[in-house]
């Protein structure tokens, strides 16, 4: 794994996955660009968490909610009274952070000064003006996370599929939180993606399906390449529990900077579906709601056996698209050092995640037999459906291995002219982590690379 966050940063901006944002101005905090091998990094790891959430189950369904919603969703789920983080000002260098860590000892981060303020609350949404006029009703904010979506949508989603308990609604997409102190490049940003389920089961049954989804969602991490000496559970009490939460196990991994949290999984009970519901009154909610005075909606289901509506209990996993990146990148980058002697760097990702996931490089420029073939061949596994098939014609197969290495493309497919004297004549294979070759006819490529990929 990658032991310093600058080697990786440097990867990333070297082979094109992870840019700073607006970087031709000077930067922006907290907001980072994603290049053409990040933006494929990103959408195979978000195919895995639907592939394995949606498809692979048969209870839960998908969504994908507007960013900006009425500013009475963040009024009813909390988010405008408590969403919050503790901030401390420094008289001394004049910078502000984020002091939750600062519960003993009230130093200053950056120039370790003790003239702080005292830490008082900073809201972390981003507000913003809907409309062509502004005034003092116009306002709502973009959403700190995708949650409050399904939320709202809890009724439109269970009539469209009559779904009964238990069940889910998963969605992934973009959130906003105006962090005080970005950093750890995409560790903390003001710009992320979520990939959140929200698991609706009875009251009861919550701590069952709750221990469920930790270990589920370990399992997965573990699948996309994670090691279990890297991943660590924390159990999250006291002050550090969010108010709506009966308990919340946090997934933490061993980034750069240290064990962090990279998934939540939380049990918020019937706190949400109870805030936004219509006639609280009805239920016998466990949690304490504010009075919704705007919901058009009744939130719950009809349990059969009771016969009475019931507002069901919710257990979330939520985990950062961004920080998931990081930490398979983090575990991927590999320096090895070989027989003669030189190093090379090898990013060593499951090939589900991989950028590219087979290149092919004809062994000569400019022999067009060879060129034919091998944009041939491209074209044939490119129809396989398996990502992204690269046909690279540079005429240096050395550097394209190492190039490829580097970026974690798990097989290399040379061209040469062995390949085109014969029809059942071979093509080279070779292996990014063995470094082995092996020849197989061309004709047999498509089904070798299916057989690779997809056991
Ligand atoms: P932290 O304590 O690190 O600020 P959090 O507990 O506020 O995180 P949640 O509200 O539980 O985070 O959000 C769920 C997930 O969303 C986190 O586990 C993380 O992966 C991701 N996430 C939250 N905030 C950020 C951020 N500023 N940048 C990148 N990812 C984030």
Redesign the pocket.
Known sequence: PAKTMDELVSLCKRRGFIFQGSEIYGGMQGAYDYGPLGTELKNNLKNAWWRAMVYERDDVEGLDAAIIQNKHVYKYSGHEDTFTDPMVDCHECKSRMRADHMKDIKKCDNCGSDNVTEPRDFNLMFKTNVGPMVNEDSYTYLRP?TAQGIFTNFKNVVDSTSRALPFGIAQIGKSF?N?ITPRNFI????E?E?MELEFFCKPGEDEKWHDFWVETRKQWWLDQGLTEENIQFEYVTGDDLAHYSKSTVDILYKFPHGF?????VANRTDYDLGSHTKAQEEFDLSAKVKKNEHSTAKLAVRDLEANKWEVPFCIEP???L??GMLAIMTEAYTEEELENGSTRTVLKFKPHLAPIKVAILPLKKNKPEIVALAKELKNKLQKLGLGRILYENTGNVGKGYRRHDEVGTPLCVTVDFDSIEKDDAPVTVRDRDTMEQVAIPAAELPAYIINYFVN
């Open positions: 996370e939180r962090e560790f903390r940003v003001r992320f979520q962090e949290e990279l998934e939540g939520s985990a950062g961004d920080r």
